[in-house]
């Protein structure tokens, strides 16, 4: 079975300052992570993805994410947000050596920057 | 513009009646998943189609709910006899290939959502 968790239901931090967005998981074997971003109304929109290989991940709109297998985590991280970084952030599991095609999205982490 | 689009919008039913929601892939794209979101849960997995086959069906109510995906036309999610508790945000997703082992370890794409209230 696959999990993901992501603990924190928002976020806040200030225009500017460096902001993490936390998400933890659970697989059998190695797992497929992702990251979305959903604004107001929207669809969600891919952000980063780890599949294999270096475990810091480089995304879209100076977004980063780091897998740590240890920790069984892949954090979110820009180093200086943004008033347009506001959204609504939804990390996602899959196993694949689980043989899971479906991916599993966590409860989102509302994220506030302020100005 | 290629994207997922999903049809409608917004879309007010009282309850007793019916919602259909359409979404068409991708193009390019063969398979199609339905989420629906609920404030304080998330996105919940509902489910996987193929043209012509649904691949799994496990995120589904039982009862009142079905989903298809013909092989011209949009994918269809159909709730009957709608109730109060039906009112949510109903998310299409697409990818090209179905994401087996060996397949698609890409991320979906998704349309705008379909806002269901019920009355």
């Known amino acids: 079975a696959q999990s993901v968790a992501q603990p924190e239901d928002q976020v806040n931090v200030a225009e500017g300052n460096p902001l993490t967005v936390k998400c933890t998981y659970s697989v059998s074997g190695n797992p497929y992570l992702f990251w979305y971003v959903q604004y107001p109304n929207r669809g969600l929109q891919f952000l980063l993805k780890y599949i294999t290989g270096d475990n810091l991940v480089k995304g879209s709109y100076g977004f980063e994410a780091e897998f740590n297998k240890s920790q069984t985590s892949f954090h979110l991280k820009k180093p200086s947000a943004l008033v347009s970084d506001s959204a609504l952030y939804f990390c996602a599991v899959r196993d694949i050596e689980g043989g899971s095609y479906i991916p599993t999205f966590g409860r989102g982490t509302s994220l506030i920057v302020h100005p | 513009n290629a994207g997922v689009m999903q049809n409608p919008r917004h879309l007010v039913r009282r309850r007793g009646q019916e919602a259909r929601l359409r979404c068409s892939p991708m193009?390019?794209?063969?398979?199609v998943y339905w989420y629906r979101q609920l404030p304080e849960e998330g996105l919940k997995f509902m489910v996987y189609l193929q043209k012509e086959n649904i691949i799994d069906e496990s995120g589904m109510p039982k009862e009142r709910f079905s989903a298809e995906f013909p092989k011209e036309g949009p994918s269809i999610l159909r709730i009957q006899q709608v109730v109060r508790g039906d009112s949510a945000a109903y998310f299409c997703?697409?990818?090209?290939?179905?994401?087996?082992?060996?397949?698609?370890?890409?991320?979906?794409?998704f349309g705008e959502g379909s806002r269901l209230t019920v009355l």
């Open positions: 997703a697409s990818s090209p290939r179905h994401m087996d082992l060996t397949g698609g370890t890409g991320e979906l794409f």
């Open positions: 193009k390019g794209h063969s398979h």
